[in-house]
């Protein structure tokens, strides 16, 4: 049976250590992934996919991800929220893996807002 | 919904939300028999029994901000088109299981998908919550446990990169070894 293996692991955790040692850790960027039915039926797998493979190559650490449910504007999924640290939360509509790519490039790495797909500026309100 | 991942993806999410902390994932394909089972089981807050009778009714859902839910019930779909059936069973402040039976040579049964890359997005965005994922084909059997994953990395996030890519082509070779097919 293929077992994780704990020295590969180990290996993990000793570089991440050795990482943060040199650089702050601290998180920067927030990016939630809307991941309702809607959104799932929509492509936001995919989407999600994109998202920690840029993550991955750009070798960033300050970039934390998440997933969320539907906010009920569901002929708008796939939808992503940008919440860079201490600025209003930005809302993605109708997101793809190139728009995930551009946003993730343009946006969560140069602070960038991409205005053409954006549904909105600041938080949903649930009542 | 084309996939049986996409569903996975879908229903453990529900899980979260009902505030679980260990949501237990296992497929089972048992040839003999020409059945693959799907179970997802959480520790989360449950339903009493109104609700649980209702949770296949394409417009209830206990969410506010929209009058459909239409997860469950599609996962109920996908298995009766292939002969077979979802049982769902709840218990208040126990949890919930849900139980998909599909016919596993069925033309109709949906492939299964990515399921590493959605066990690998479960684990990265719900970080508060543990996820067993078991998969059974014959006498062969692929375990994955997020606790001890945790326990072995200490303080290292389990969403990581690094740890993610580990878990995923981990799932990819256990999954190829034991020759599951679904």
Do not use: W
């Amino acid at each position: 049976m293929a077992k994780l293996k704990i020295e590969d692991l180990k290996k993990i955790k000793e570089k991440v250590h050795a990482e943060t040692a040199l650089r702050d850790g601290s998180r920067r960027v927030k990016v939630t992934v809307h991941m309702g039915t809607c959104g799932i039926a929509s492509g936001a797998k995919q989407v999600m996919d994109t998202l920690m493979a840029e993550i991955a190559e750009a070798n960033v650490t300050d970039v934390v991800v998440t997933t969320s449910g539907c906010m009920g504007l569901c002929s708008r999924e796939p939808l992503v929220t940008v919440e860079v640290l201490g600025r209003d939360p930005i809302k993605y509509e109708y997101v793809n893996p190139t728009k995930m790519r551009q946003i993730f490039k343009r946006h969560i790495l140069e602070g960038e807002v991409q205005i053409p797909f954006v549904l909105a500026r600041g938080a949903e309100i649930v009542k | 919904m084309l996939e049986l991942a996409l569903h996975i993806l879908d229903i453990a999410e529900n899980s979260v939300r009902a505030g679980a902390k260990t949501v237990n994932i296992t497929i089972e394909e048992d040839v003999a028999e020409d059945r693959l089972t799907l179970t997802i089981a959480d520790d989360g807050r449950g339903m009493d029994e109104a609700t649980c009778r209702k949770a296949l009714d394409p417009f209830f859902t206990s969410k506010k901000v929209r009058r459909v839910g239409l997860g469950l019930p599609m996962l109920s779909q996908a298995a009766e088109r292939t002969g077979g059936s979802l049982e769902l069973r709840s218990k208040e402040g126990e949890g919930t299981t849900v139980r998909v039976a599909f016919g596993l040579s069925h033309i109709d049964r949906q492939p299964l998908g990515d399921v590493a890359g959605a066990i690998m997005i479960l684990i990265a965005g719900n970080a508060g919550c543990d996820f067993v994922y078991r998969h059974r084909r014959g006498s062969g059997l692929f375990e994955l446990n997020t606790r001890e994953i945790r326990d072995e990395i200490e303080d290292v996030p389990i969403g990581h990169p690094e740890v993610l890519k580990l878990i995923r082509d981990n799932i990819y070779e256990g999954l190829k070894e034991i020759g599951a097919s679904a």
